[in-house]
């Protein structure tokens, strides 16, 4: 069965750009979720979707946003970037909402900005 | 405010000696307690969930652990292959984000 696949693997922008990330969740889960892990700050929570809404929002800015499309992928978007946006961005996809379901993580998007 | 917390920071091991990671974790509502093993570069790969005080799973040369208060991640002989960041990570009731520890970074020597 394959894993939670993320592109692209890595990512590089300068300040004030917009970055797109994407996500494909392991087949047949529902909910996404994206984490930011930047040097030092560990894994930080920043988005769920489940059946293509946002159900809930880590403490991040609006520029960061995203979506879920009917095939159950993600986008996340980050806009005016700033050089501390720099990070190792991780997707993670579990069956859904109602349990506490384990989330599995794919191997992440590297976002560089310069 | 939710809090998880690993100690020790790092860990250095001989192959074969055995030891123990830590989480303790203040979570309102807990739902459920993680661990993770993180290659770098890597995403995070999920080892085990616990859900209640008692609760007990064993894998390989692992075993977790959950208390009230606290989880700990159990490493008996360890091998050169275990080295890795061990992830902790408690999730609340009705939000499903997982609250993560900073991680211990173990490293076993042959």
């Known amino acids: 069965e394959a894993g939670v696949t993320q592109s692209p693997t890595h990512l590089i922008k300068t300040r004030g750009q917009q970055a797109t990330l994407r996500c494909s969740p392991i087949?047949?889960?529902?909910?996404v979720y994206w984490y930011q892990q930047a040097l030092g700050l560990g894994l930080q929570f920043l988005l769920w979707y489940d059946e293509g809404e946002e159900r809930n929002r880590g403490n991040f800015p609006p520029r960061f946003s995203g979506r879920q499309f009917p095939n159950y992928s993600s986008e996340l978007n980050v806009n005016a970037l700033e050089l501390e946006d720099s990070a190792l961005y991780l997707c993670a996809s579990s069956p859904g909402t109602g349990t506490y379901n384990e989330q599995f993580f794919g191997p992440g998007t590297r976002l560089t900005v310069l | 405010e939710d809090q998880v917390t690993q100690s020790p920071e790092a860990l250095r091991l001989q192959e074969g000696e055995s030891s123990s990671l830590n989480c303790s974790y203040t979570v309102s509502g807990l739902r459920g307690l993680f661990w993770y093993r993180q290659d770098p570069g890597k995403g995070p790969e999920f080892l085990f969930t616990l859900y209640s005080a008692g609760e007990e799973k064993e894998k390989e040369r692992l075993k977790a652990t959950l208390t009230k208060k606290e989880s700990f991640l159990h490493i008996t002989a360890p091998k050169p292959e275990d080295s890795a960041t061990y992830l902790c990570?408690?999730?609340?009731?009705?939000?499903?984000?997982?609250?993560f520890g900073a991680g211990t970074r173990l490293a076993v020597h042959p």
């Open positions: 990570a408690g999730i609340s009731g009705g939000y499903n984000k997982l609250i």
């Open positions: 087949s047949g889960h529902t909910s």
